[in-house]
Each structure stands twice: as C-alpha cells, then as structure tokens.
Nanobody, 126 residues
Framework: QVQLMESGGGSVQTGGSLRLSCRVS????????LAWFRQAPGKEREGLAA????????EYADSVRGRFTISEDNNMGTVYLEMASLKPEDTAMYYC???????????????????WGQGTQVTVSS
C-alpha cells in the first residue's frame, strides 16, 4: 500500500522560502513519477513539479519554474519541494502524489497521478 505524508508547510512573508517534504513508502515497480501539486480555495488543482524516478527527468509548471526545485532522496524515501521567492498567490494546500509508469522512457503525465498525500498548508502574506 502506497503512503505519502507531507510536511514542512507554514506561514511566510512575501519573498520567503520553505522546503516541503513528502515521505513515500510502499512504491512498487521500477519506475514511478513523483510530483507536487497545489490547490487554492476556489481554484483547480495545479501540477507544479514532477520527477521521474530512475533518472527519467524533471518537469516544472511555468508558474513555478525558476523558483521551485523538486528533488528526491532515495535513501530516505523522500521527495522535496524547495520553494523560494514566495508570493501571496502561492498560498494553497500542497500535495505530493505518485503513480507507476510502465517503462523508463515514458514521461510523467499530470492527469495520471492516483496516489495522494493529505496535504500541507502554505500561506504567504504580503
């Protein structure tokens, strides 16, 4: 059974930084996609950053490219989201998610994520 547990959310001022962590367990298969999403009240869920395990590549949404960095620590079973230059519009609940891809070369697809954590709240004040 796949389990994901996020941590690291909180309140910061505009321009501040936060690092979110997602502890992942129970993954099966050799190739997986791990990603961070967010959802603000009244808005659709937005994919932010994704990493294809086993060296498959990294992808960012335009809204966060250059400010957010996704990384993984295989030894710790953890995926991180480093967030810098935070803005009030970054305020949202942040979720990590995963799914298994069939072959190494298959790219990660935002709509295919089917395992989700409970989320961690990020609030950016002006």
């Amino acid at each position: 059974q796949v389990q994901l547990m996020e941590s690291g959310g909180g309140s910061v001022q505009t321009g501040g930084s936060l690092r979110l962590s997602c502890r992942v367990s129970g993954l099966s298969g050799a190739y997986n996609c791990l990603a961070w999403f967010r959802q603000a009240p009244g808005k659709e869920r937005e994919g932010l950053a994704a990493i294809a395990t086993a060296g498959g590549g990294i992808e960012y949404a335009d809204s966060v490219r250059g400010r957010f960095t996704i990384s993984e620590d295989n030894n710790m079973g953890t995926v991180y989201l480093e967030m810098a230059s935070l803005k009030p519009e970054d305020t949202a609940m942040y979720y990590c998610a995963t799914y298994s891809r069939y072959i190494w070369a298959e790219p990660c697809v935002w709509s295919r994520y089917n395992q989700w954590g409970q989320g961690t709240q990020v609030t950016v004040s002006s």
